[in-house]
């Protein structure tokens, strides 16, 4: 995926804004961290009320207008270029809800607050974006045809990494684990998977998260097993080494 570049960001707290509709080249992504009566009007200026945890994607030139009241507003806002996307698409809404952008959304915070160097938080913060254009990418040919169930637990894998098994999955769901395994029998072969059991699924999609970050990303092995919740870098190696026969250092990317 082509990298994005970070033009412009802004942390803005408690601060009327009342937009004009417009257009600019750039994309434009807004997490809203406390809504406070926070609305973006989309080209046909119809209002959608955003709530707290809550992401907008804006292509380039596609008009909106945001408005906030002021009082109790909390948003961070980037404006980055992008090679890849629809650039003719509409305004994109994600909920906070989701455990992908539940755990984007407190790792955008902690970047914003902490003392780094200009430099170093853009390109973290880049990072993160271009892990939010791949979440919202258009499905790959494996995952067209991926079920609710099996498009969950692939939410679980980003949010809780390595912390998450079987039991943990059951209970994220609110089901028991003889349910899980049940319904993952039942979607496995609609979806055309090839892991016959939860637990494989899991660890293949958890592979393949540390791969996005060992293709994608700058960040180093150790802050790759940490990103993952892996205890430790040896952890993360003896996992991976188990999935691909080699160590991610050696990983072809």
């Known amino acids: ?26 994309w434009q992504m807004e997490y809203i961290v406390r809504g406070g009566g926070t609305r973006v009007f989309d080209r046909n200026d119809a209002p959608v009320e955003l709530k ?9 030139l596609v008009p909106h207008r945001f408005v906030r009241i002021g009082e109790g507003t909390e948003t961070c806002s980037f404006k980055f270029t992008f090679a890849g996307g629809n650039p003719q698409g509409d305004i994109l ?37 271009m892990n939010i254009l791949d979440y919202t990418s258009a499905a ?14 692939r939410d679980l894998v980003h949010s809780r990494g390595r912390e998450l098994n079987v039991c943990v999955a059951a209970e994220e769901l609110n089901l028991t684990v003889s349910q899980l395994k049940y319904r993952f029998a039942g979607e496995r072969a609609k979806a055309g998977l090839r892991e016959r059991s939860v637990k494989c699924y899991i660890d293949r999609l958890l592979t393949e998260l540390i791969e ?20 430790d870098i040896y952890s993360m190696s003896h996992f991976y080494k188990r999935m691909r026969g080699c160590s991610p250092s050696h990983h072809p990317f």
Do not use: Q
């Open 52 to 60: 707290n945890g809550m992401f907008v994607l804006i292509p380039p």
């Open 140 to 153: 790959s040919p494996e995952s067209a045809d991926e079920t609710p169930l099996l498009s969950r637990l």
């Open 1 to 26: 995926m082509e990298k994005p570049v970070l033009k412009f960001w802004s942390h803005d707290l408690n601060r009327p804004l009342v937009d004009k509709v417009h257009t600019h080249p750039y």
């Open 212 to 231: 996005s970050y060992l293709e994608y990303s700058m960040l180093s092995i150790g802050e790759i097993a940490r990103a993952t919740r892996f205890p």
């Open 93 to 129: 809404l994600y909920s906070g809800e989701l455990p992908f952008f539940r755990w984007i959304g407190g790792e955008a915070e902690r970047l914003i607050a902490a003392p780094l160097p200009v430099l170093e938080r853009n390109r973290l913060l880049e990072y993160l974006l």
